[in-house]
């Protein structure tokens, strides 16, 4: 531990210059106008891997972005942790919504301010420097493999092929994961779950053009009206939500397992204050961890029609657009609850309009084991680096390639993350705790070192 910390204390300066070099890259995925930004992302990463120490370091081809390899076979006898992360970032809009540029990392009250900050190029990162620094203090425990994808924010579609055609390549142990939160420094806790995703995209269109309001209005179906109201039927006055057979899979939790998840500190009123929310909201029953952590959901993403721009324009719009997903709880299958969406929203069409569903990306929802070698290690690690055992949470987001991971290649991953959920992810403003940083590098030597020892 002593020798870690002195490690990290000399090298202090430099891990955070590496990170900025790595966040003034834009490497949004979601937008092709970034693709020479992104494969240059990769190249910078496979380069870094390098310098780290690692071998057979290579910038894997797919049929969309590629997916950064490398590895340290230390002993075939020893066990081998895969290590995952994406350094693909979600688009930056709103940019005039950001107090410093979304590529310029800039450090304000100890916080890294940048796209990409946390999610998830500060916390891959944070592997890379706890590589170098087990190669450089000779301590590295394990093999090693790193897999870093660019396609994660938009579904990680090539990398599922990746996982299919290279399954004894990346032989493992265990997949361990820093993409996710902690509830606090003070309350560290492990993500035990991610919910899966259903993401829809739905058109309902009305006459065959944008039609004067005065003129047709009052005697043609209005495409937004119908949209809104069909939208605001696929919840009832409890916020369950009306799907035939959306909750048929559902699993209730026990008393027990309410108790335990209840029981990790949360306060309802710090959350309302730091949204500027009067109230909550959700599905009557369930308390706001449940909700987030337990239950499927649905939201819209988006919503558009019409003329929304400067000024007024009478026009009743020939169609109305939104982009609706829902996340899904175990047992749940991306594919079904699409199609049951999709055969729902289109029963509920009124005559005088046409509806259109499509569907995007999806992923299924996983649980991760709490009983298992590598959350041990996990526990013990965090255990010894914050001075407290971590709680163990549900956490509310996806990463889809996880259910795959245990799928293709027969691996647990433990979620190892050291975000917050006020990082503001996908938000403008998106940062990541210098501390963090530091002791996210701190903590993943020794967990390397617990995992080998326990392993025994
Ligand atoms: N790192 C997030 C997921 C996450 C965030 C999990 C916080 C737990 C806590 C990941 O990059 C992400 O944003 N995933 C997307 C899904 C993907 C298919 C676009 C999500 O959850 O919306
Ligand atoms: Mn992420
Ligand atoms: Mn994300």
Same mark, same amino acid.
């Given at each position: 531990?002593?020798?870690?910390?002195?490690?990290?204390?000399?090298?202090?300066e430099?891990?955070l210059?590496?990170?900025?070099?790595?966040l003034?890259f834009?490497?949004? @995925?979601? *937008?092709p106008k970034?693709?020479g930004?992104v494969?240059?992302?990769?190249?910078?990463?496979?380069?870094?891997?390098r310098? /780290?120490?690692?071998?057979?370091?290579?910038v894997?081809?797919?049929?969309?972005?590629?997916?950064?390899y490398?590895?340290?076979?230390?002993?075939?006898?020893?066990?081998?942790?895969?290590?995952?992360?994406?350094?693909d970032?979600?688009?930056?809009?709103?940019?005039?919504?950001w107090?410093?540029?979304?590529?310029?990392?800039?450090?304000r009250?100890?916080?890294i301010?940048?796209r990409g900050a946390?999610?998830d190029?500060?916390?891959?990162?944070?592997?890379?420097?706890?590589f170098?620094?087990?190669m450089?203090?000779n301590?590295l425990?394990?093999n090693?493999?790193f897999?870093?994808?660019?396609?994660?924010? &938009?579904?990680?579609?090539n990398?599922?092929?990746?996982?299919?055609?290279?399954?004894e390549?990346?032989?493992?142990? &265990?997949v361990?994961?820093?993409?996710?939160?902690?509830?606090?420094?003070?309350?560290p806790?492990?993500e035990?779950?991610?919910?899966?995703?259903a993401?829809?995209?739905?058109?309902?269109v009305?006459?065959?053009?944008?039609?004067?309001?005065?003129?047709?209005?009052?005697a043609?179906?209005?495409?937004a009206?119908?949209?809104?109201?069909?939208i605001? @039927?696929?919840?009832?006055?409890?916020n369950h939500?009306t799907?035939?057979?959306?909750y048929?899979?559902?699993?209730?939790?026990? *008393?027990e397992?309410?108790?335990?998840?209840? @029981?990790a500190?949360?306060?309802?009123?710090?959350?309302?204050q730091?949204?500027?929310?009067?109230?909550e909201?959700?599905?009557?029953?369930?308390?706001?961890?449940e909700?987030?952590?337990?239950?499927?959901?649905?939201?819209?993403?988006?919503?558009?029609?019409g003329?929304?721009?400067?000024?007024?324009?009478?026009?009743l719009?020939?169609?109305a657009?939104?982009?609706? @997903?829902?996340?899904?709880?175990?047992?749940?299958s991306?594919?079904?609850i699409?199609?049951?969406?999709?055969?729902?929203f289109?029963?509920?069409?009124?005559?005088?309009?046409? &509806?259109?569903v499509?569907?995007?990306?999806g992923?299924?929802?996983?649980?991760t084991?709490?009983?298992s070698v590598?959350y041990?290690? /996990?526990?013990?690690?965090? /255990?010894?680096?914050?001075?407290?055992?971590?709680?163990?949470?549900?956490?509310?987001g996806?990463?889809?390639?996880?259910?795959?991971?245990?799928?293709?290649?027969?691996?647990?991953?433990?979620?190892?993350?050291?975000?917050?959920?006020? *990082?503001?992810l996908?938000?403008?403003?998106?940062k990541?705790?210098?501390?963090?940083?530091?002791k996210?590098?701190?903590?993943?030597?020794?967990?390397?070192?617990?995992?080998?020892?326990?392993?025994?």
């Amino acid at each position: 531990m002593q020798e870690i910390k002195k490690y990290v204390e000399e090298n202090k300066e430099r891990f955070l210059e590496e990170l900025f070099e790595l966040l003034r890259f834009p490497s949004v @995925s979601a *937008d092709p106008k970034y693709k020479g930004d992104v494969l240059k992302t990769a190249d910078f990463v496979a380069q870094k891997l390098r310098e /780290a120490g690692a071998d057979q370091v290579e910038v894997c081809q797919t049929a969309g972005y590629p997916i950064v390899y490398g590895e340290k076979i230390v002993d075939a006898s020893l066990p081998t942790v895969l290590v995952y992360g994406h350094y693909d970032v979600q688009p930056a809009d709103p940019l005039e919504l950001w107090h410093t540029p979304p590529f310029e990392p800039t450090v304000r009250e100890g916080k890294i301010y940048a796209r990409g900050a946390c999610d998830d190029k500060g916390q891959f990162y944070m592997h890379v420097k706890a590589f170098e620094l087990m190669m450089q203090t000779n301590t590295l425990a394990c093999n090693v493999k790193f897999m870093i994808e660019g396609e994660e924010e &938009v579904g990680s579609n090539n990398l599922s092929i990746f996982v299919k055609e290279n399954a004894e390549r990346l032989k493992a142990d &265990v997949v361990l994961i820093s993409d996710t939160s902690m509830i606090s420094m003070e309350n560290p806790s492990i993500e035990t779950g991610l919910r899966g995703l259903a993401y829809m995209e739905v058109e309902v269109v009305g006459p065959n053009r944008d039609l004067h309001s005065g003129v047709y209005g009052g005697a043609v179906a209005n495409p937004a009206t119908i949209l809104c109201k069909m939208i605001a @039927s696929l919840h009832d006055e409890n916020n369950h939500i009306t799907i035939p057979e959306f909750y048929d899979k559902v699993v209730e939790l026990s *008393d027990e397992e309410k108790k335990a998840l209840n @029981s990790a500190p949360f306060d309802l009123e710090d959350y309302k204050q730091d949204l500027n929310i009067n109230a909550e909201w959700g599905e009557k029953g369930y308390s706001t961890l449940e909700r987030t952590g337990t239950r499927p959901t649905l939201e819209v993403n988006g919503i558009w029609s019409g003329y929304t721009g400067e000024g007024a324009k009478t026009v009743l719009p020939s169609k109305a657009n939104a982009k609706i @997903s829902m996340r899904l709880v175990p047992n749940q299958s991306s594919k079904e609850i699409a199609a049951i969406f999709t055969k729902h929203f289109e029963s509920i069409a009124p005559d005088n309009v046409t &509806v259109k569903v499509t569907e995007h990306h999806g992923g299924e929802p996983v649980v991760t084991p709490t009983d298992s070698v590598a959350y041990r290690a /996990a526990e013990q690690a965090i /255990a010894d680096s914050f001075g407290k055992k971590p709680i163990p949470t549900r956490g509310g987001g996806s990463i889809p390639i996880v259910a795959l991971f245990e799928e293709e290649l027969g691996i647990k991953s433990v979620l190892f993350g050291f975000g917050l959920d006020s *990082d503001a992810l996908h938000s403008p403003n998106e940062k990541y705790d210098v501390f963090n940083y530091y002791k996210g590098i701190e903590t993943l030597p020794l967990f390397h070192k617990y995992f080998a020892e326990l392993s025994k």
